[in-house]
T-cell receptor, first 114, second 112 residues
Framework: NAGVTQTPKFRILKIGQSMTLQCTQDMNHNYMYWYRQDPGMGLKLIYY???????DKGEVPNGYNVSRSTTEDFPLRLELAAPSQTSVYFCASGLTGTMTSEQYFGPGTRLTVT | EDQVTQSPEALRLQEGESSSLNCSYTVSGLRGLFWYRQDPGKGPEFLFT???AGEEKEKERLKATLTKKESFLHITAPKPEDSATYLC?????????????FGQGTTLQVKP
């Protein structure tokens, strides 16, 4: 199993450009998440999905959008990039049940908006 | 408001010098507390889940413990390869979506 994969690893955007961060998992997990990590700030939840066709906002959703058409894929869309979106983005997946709810993370995408 | 605070922010140890990392939490009912390890430039790697006060889990030189207000990650006789950022996260019992609230992390450096 590859686990959670993310592309690209690095990207530089100009202000106002748009892009999609890709995330794929091969563990058949129903739950998927997008986080951003800023220095000294911990991980903040952007959006999450509890299954194909179902998504919801997390703590910091403004400026982002998501879709979940399959169990495996959960892309994150940035529209009209702003410098405040410079961050490291992590995708995660989990099989939340009664007891087991740990999340497994991808390697991250480092995004710079200038 | 649910909150997680980790201390210290950074910790430097000599190889073999044991110590503990703290994770204090405020949550409206705890479903689970999670410890992750994060190496520079990589995603967090799952270490432990603790579910109830008094529970302990061990993995090599690491032992995680849980009380009603905090969790400790004890590192016994650390080696340089234990250098990383350690993240603590909680899931509230009110959450059935697996949502985690993370602390800001403790960066551990172990010198040979």
């Amino acid at each position: 199993n590859a686990g959670v994969t993310q592309t690209p690893k690095f990207r530089i955007l100009k202000i106002g450009q748009s892009m999609t961060l890709q995330c794929t998992q091969d563990m058949n997990h129903n739950y998927m998440y997008w986080y951003r990590q800023d220095p000294g700030m911990g991980l903040k939840l952007i959006y999450y999905s509890v299954g194909a066709g179902i998504t919801d906002k997390g703590e910091v959703p403004n400026g982002y959008n998501v879709s979940r058409s399959t169990t495996e894929d959960f892309p994150l869309r940035l529209e009209l990039a702003a410098p405040s979106q410079t961050s490291v983005y992590f995708c995660a997946s989990g099989l939340t049940g009664t007891m087991t709810s740990e999340q497994y993370f991808g390697p991250g995408t480092r995004l710079t908006v200038t | 408001e649910d909150q997680v605070t980790q201390s210290p922010e950074a910790l430097r140890l000599q190889e073999g010098e044991s110590s503990s990392l703290n994770c204090s939490y405020t949550v409206s009912g705890l479903r689970g507390l999670f410890w992750y390890r994060q190496d520079p430039g990589k995603g967090p790697e799952f270490l432990f889940t603790l579910y109830s006060a008094g529970e302990e889990k061990e993995k090599e030189r690491l032992k995680a413990t849980l009380t009603k207000k905090e969790s400790f990650l004890h590192i016994t006789a650390p080696k340089p390869e234990d250098s990383a950022t350690y993240l603590c996260a909680v899931q509230a019992s009110s959450s059935n979506t697996g949502k985690l609230i993370f602390g800001q992390g403790t960066t551990l450096q172990v010198k040979p």
